[in-house]
């Protein structure tokens, strides 16, 4: 009998759960979606090999396993499930997973006041490893009641980690953060159990308060490979944790470009995407085919406010996609909400060219004559979205592979 093994949950096309475990070497993994009412009979069934559980399921699956592993019992949350001797045996390997995504990152809650945001399956799991190791004092947020977002700043100001396990920020709707990181002078070190995006808006805050900070994919990957080791009872090494989290970054994060108009986004872009293998986006492009028309008639006629609108409108829907290089217009920096959609889900390079060497024909703003304000103004905002600065001063050939090695060693 060919056995099931894959991810339970409700709703999954954010997962990256299968390609994940397909690397493991468990190719026949997949996604199974139920609602509510269909989870007892299906994990009644008796080809159900191996199982992972994600939200809302982590605690309703527990009343359907015949053993429960005394950690997973202890946490009060189930995300790994296995068929023995006919038996449905429950485990937690999420706390695997979480422990190991904060020491990667140097984060230690050993002694800290720690605060996790959220209440679900995934708390429970921070809060049994916060214990583990020996937490100060831990505080759960949640909506309502005497620890809510409301009162954060007056009762736990002094809060030293803070670890998010709800699903704000989450793909797709990656517009939001759970809390105001301002609001926690004492904060140290931050958590996002959120794999996807790469950089919420939680963990892109902190980052710019220079504040240590760790995203859940590390932690997705290694709870996977404990799961499997329980799914075949085999060992599994550590670094193969490390070997497909380099790899699903590589595949799924957005390479961005912005720079001046004329510093050979597009053409670096074009070689990039030759030299990768992922798809080229050409953001000016995209507008042109939405708008029906050139950017100098969208500027002549509607004016630059209406064109910067439509940038907005089609950046965020492109950078909500994964894995591609996209090549940016000039002034795509000048809002912060596109250099806060870039990168989210990107890798963002900087393409540097002396003023002289900016070519303006087609350019409405470069035709004006006023590149060095042009630069000036635009300056700042290329230095606070770019990870990278690449000088594109010999061919774009090089340039691309300048670009292409920098992003394969992050």
């Not at 859940?216 to 709870?223: A, E, S, T, W, Y």
């Not at 490390?242 to 961005?256: F, G, H, P």
């Not at 940038?311 to 591609?324: D, F, P």
């Not at 010999?394 to 670009?403: D, F, H, L, V």
Request: proline fraction near 5%; aromatic fraction near 6%.
């Amino acid at each position: 009998m060919e056995k099931i093994y894959g991810l339970l949950g409700r709703t999954l096309g954010h997962s990256w759960s299968a390609p994940i475990h397909r690397a493991l070497g468990c190719e026949g993994y997949r996604l199974i979606e139920l609602e509510p009412e269909a989870l007892g009979d299906f994990l009644r069934r008796e080809d159900v090999g191996g199982l992972n559980v994600t939200i809302p399921y982590k605690r309703e699956v527990m009343q359907y396993c015949d053993a429960i592993d005394p950690a997973a019992e202890a946490i009060g949350s189930v995300n790994t499930l296995v068929r023995r001797d006919g038996k449905l045996v429950g485990y937690n390997t999420d706390i695997d997973g979480f422990l190991y995504m904060l020491r990667r990152a140097g984060i230690s809650l050993k002694g800290k006041k720690v605060l996790i945001l959220g209440s679900g399956g995934a708390s429970l799991t921070a809060r049994a490893a916060a214990r583990a190791e020996g937490a100060r004092e831990i505080v759960v947020v949640s909506r309502s009641g005497p620890d809510s977002y409301e009162n954060l700043a007056d009762r736990h100001g002094d809060a030293e980690v803070l670890i998010n396990t709800t699903p704000v920020g989450m793909w797709p709707h990656m517009d939001g953060a759970p809390v105001d990181l301002r609001l926690l002078p004492k904060l140290e070190a931050a958590a996002d159990v959120i794999y996807n995006p790469g950089r919420t808006n939680l963990l892109l805050q902190a980052e710019g308060l220079g504040i240590r900070h760790a995203g859940g994919l590390p932690m997705l990957v290694h709870q996977a490979k404990r799961a499997e080791e329980l799914f075949f009872d085999k060992t599994i090494p550590d670094g193969e944790t490390e070997k497909i989290t380099a790899k699903l970054r590589r595949d799924m994060t957005n390479l961005v470009l912005v720079g001046m108009p004329g510093s050979g986004k597009t053409t670096v872009g074009q070689e990039l995407a030759r030299l990768s293998g992922k798809p080229f986006v050409d953001l000016d492009g995209e507008i042109v085919k939405r708008a029906g028309k050139p950017i100098p008639e969208i500027f002549a006629s509607e004016g630059e406010g209406a064109f910067r609108d439509l940038e907005a409108q089609v950046l965020a829907e492109t950078c909500a996609k994964s894995g591609q290089i996209i090549a940016t217009g000039g002034g795509a920096v000048l809002r912060e909400e596109n250099r806060t959609a870039m990168r989210r889900t990107g890798r963002i390079y900087r393409l540097c060219r002396r003023l002289e060497d900016l070519p303006t024909a087609g350019r409405p703003l470069s035709q004006a004559g006023k590149l060095e304000e042009m630069e000036r103004l635009r300056g700042p905002l290329y230095e606070a979205a770019a990870d990278a600065d690449i000088w594109n001063d010999k061919s774009p050939e090089e340039t691309a592979g300048r670009i292409w090695r920098d992003f394969c060693e992050q």
